[in-house]
């Protein structure tokens, strides 16, 4: 039998049976858990297509054609015939989305007759309300297993038409829902380009109390299918193209799409508002974040969970130091010097921030020496937990009153000044394009010390380290030297973050820098690929430029109650389905998917059953499948 020939389709009640009520019942308890969290009350401001269609109920119409996708889908292995798709996967869906239904049928019912706000606080008239499309209870208990049967056959529908349809409408949803969501940045991007008559094309698109309009949403979606249909495989082909280029064609590719992104990056805010500038601002500040735990936990492989220590003293050491309050604050051993003296002749204005930046280098690789040193030899969870105490530690000494004297303890420091160019221009929180242009050099220092680092000697030590420490210390690599190194410089580039924050914000409190930070941090860093510099930027773009940071603000402000939710959601799902991150790096790719490089090619016969285990890893991971754009 080859592989291409395919058995029969199965019969629709030829079903596993166990399998979709498991699926039906997690649809039902989804579903509720997300109306409870009162997600679609609160999204149901944020409209896709005025006045039809909200977010709020895309966060309940999603989740049917998903799980009724998921039920009927089938891993098919090499060598093993499958049967055709057909009815059976749509009565599958369909029953998903029916049982899956019910359960908000029945939340209906139960928010209509019963009052529990007092450990659910969520349970409101609003909800029934919007369950109820704001008709009848009646009307609401008996639509949702309706909504689900039609939701659910299209999720088991998408196994039965080809690929080139499915590619069509998929591209179409995805135009039609990104424009909307994107609204933002692309009215800002109209403004900018108004010249070009950009704005009547978002009069077009847009309502003007926000969301898309019929017939713009029936624009773009046929603008997405014509992509999907004519445009997709032009896309393709060139991704392809790239893939086979040799190592030397490869790299100039890389350096032309270097190049065009560094003008992107340059031009693109000049034609941006301020909305945008300062998401892209405050994008920029963790991607500097994230480089330097990249370092930590990407390359050398030491999970540090108190990495918000280094952010925390490169942006009070900026702020001691630049701070115009710095001598009201001055200990009484100051010799005869009054303070206003001090504060006038501290520092010399011409080299303020220069002499500053200085002094937070220095302080950071310190710090990261004084905390390197007593857990250099721990490892796994004992290096976790301790670097999470460090990183508290650091927190409540700024926070304390017996450092208050200098760092102002819960008060925090102010009147930070901005950052000061040669006393040609300051750069302050108030210019939100100008702090970005300050992140993006920041960032394109870190982005070229971690390539070098990467494919330097160091860097090999710490990959070394990072897939096996002992093995790595027998080879001869100096394992304390070298995770010593990767402690101060994650620690310098954390500190280049947190200088930057005192100098936009103007001032820095002990609140700002909380354990939060670090897991958001860790989650970035994960969710974009570890290992893998590309993974770390698309990270931080996806996560905090739509979800926002702890404090920060992201596109989609109607999600900061649940960004938190949303991390641990996408975490989950990201170390169960694709643990090498969005953007993998190949080696990484390599170590978490060697079983399956094994089993593939012991399929495949290109491995000998009767050699040592160590030859066939070799031979099995001697060319893995193309997982990533990074080289090993």
């Not at 492989?301 to 108190?306: A, E, F, K, N």
């Not at 390539?451 to 090999?460: K, P, T, Y």
């Not at 820095?508 to 897991?519: A, D, G, K």
Request: net charge neutral; hydrophobic share 55%.
């Amino acid at each position: 039998m080859s592989d291409t020939e395919l058995l029969p389709a199965r019969k629709p009640l030829d079903q596993d049976w166990l399998k979709l009520l498991n699926y039906s019942f997690t649809l039902a308890f989804v579903s509720i858990f997300v109306s409870l969290t009162n997600m679609p009350v609160r999204f149901d401001t944020r409209m896709i297509i005025e006045p039809v269609f909200s977010m709020g109920y895309l966060s309940l119409f999603w989740l049917p054609v998903l799980l009724g996708f998921l039920v009927t889908r089938e891993t098919v292995l090499e060598g093993i015939a499958s049967h055709k798709k057909g009815f059976r996967e749509v009565f599958a869906g369909a029953f998903v989305g029916v049982v899956g239904g019910g359960g908000l049928s029945l939340l209906v019912y139960l928010l209509d007759n019963f009052n529990v706000r007092d450990p659910l606080v969520n349970w409101s008239p609003q909800l029934r309300d919007l369950l109820s499309f704001q008709r009848s209870n009646v009307f609401g208990f008996v639509i949702w297993p309706v909504i689900g049967l039609i939701l659910g056959s299209l999720g088991g529908s998408v196994h039965v038409v080809s690929t080139r349809f499915r590619r069509i409408v998929t591209w179409a949803l995805l135009a039609v829902i990104g424009f909307a969501v994107f609204e933002t940045v692309l009215l800002d991007l109209s403004e900018g380009f108004a010249w070009l008559g950009a704005e009547w094309l978002t009069d077009e698109l847009y309502f003007i109390r926000g969301g898309l309009t019929m017939h713009g949403a029936v624009i773009l979606a046929v603008l997405g299918g014509l992509f999907a249909a004519f445009g997709h495989g032009s896309t393709r082909r060139v991704k392809e193209n790239f893939t086979a280029l040799e190592s030397t064609q490869r790299t100039r590719a890389n350096i032309v799409i270097l190049l065009l992104s560094a003008a992107a990056l340059v031009v693109l805010p000049l034609f941006l508002g301020g909305i945008t500038n300062e998401l892209l601002a405050n994008v920029g500040l963790f991607v500097l974040l994230a480089l330097g735990l990249n370092i930590v936990v990407g390359l050398a492989g030491i999970l540090d969970l108190g990495y918000v220590a280094f952010f925390a003293i490169g942006g009070y050491s900026a702020a001691l130091i630049t701070t115009t309050n710095r001598a009201d604050s001055w200990p009484s051993w100051v010799p005869a010097l009054t303070k206003a003296q001090v504060a006038e002749t501290w520092w010399i204005p011409s080299v303020y921030w220069l002499v500053a930046l200085i002094a937070v280098v220095l302080f950071a690789a310190l710090a990261g020496l004084f905390i390197g040193a007593p857990v250099i030899r721990m490892r796994g969870d004992y290096l976790a937990i301790v670097t999470l105490g460090f990183g508290e530690i650091i927190r409540l000494m700024f926070q304390s009153d017996w450092l208050g004297g200098y760092t102002g303890a819960a008060q925090g420091v102010t009147n930070i000044p901005g950052f000061q160019i040669f006393n040609v221009a300051t750069i302050k929180g108030t210019d939100p394009r100008a702090v970005f242009y300050l992140v993006l050099f920041f960032c394109v220092i870190a982005i070229y010390v971690s390539w070098r680092l990467e494919r330097s000697r160091l860097g090999r030590a710490w990959m070394a380290i990072r897939e096996d420490e002992s093995v790595a210390e027998a080879m001869g690599i100096d394992t304390v030297k070298a995770k010593l190194m990767a402690f101060v410089v994650g620690a310098v580039l954390a500190s280049f973050s947190g200088a930057i924050l005192a100098a936009k914000v103007g001032s820095v409190f002990p609140t700002s820098f909380e354990i939060l930070v670090s897991i958001v941090i860790l989650v970035v860093v994960i969710v974009g690929g570890m290992g893998n510099i590309v993974g770390v930027i698309v990270g931080a773009l996806v996560l905090i430029g739509i979800l926002g940071g702890p404090t920060q603000p992201g596109l989609l402000a109607e999600f900061s109650e649940y960004k938190l939710l949303i991390y641990g959601v996408l975490l989950i799902v990201m170390m169960l389905k694709r643990p090498e991150g969005l953007v993998p790096n190949v080696r990484r790719t390599r170590e978490l998917h060697q079983d399956e490089y094994l089993q593939d090619a012991w399929l495949k016969g290109e491995i000998d059953t009767d050699s040592d285990d160590e030859e066939t890893a070799l031979t099995a991971t001697a060319s893995p499948p193309n997982m990533g754009t990074q080289p090993a």
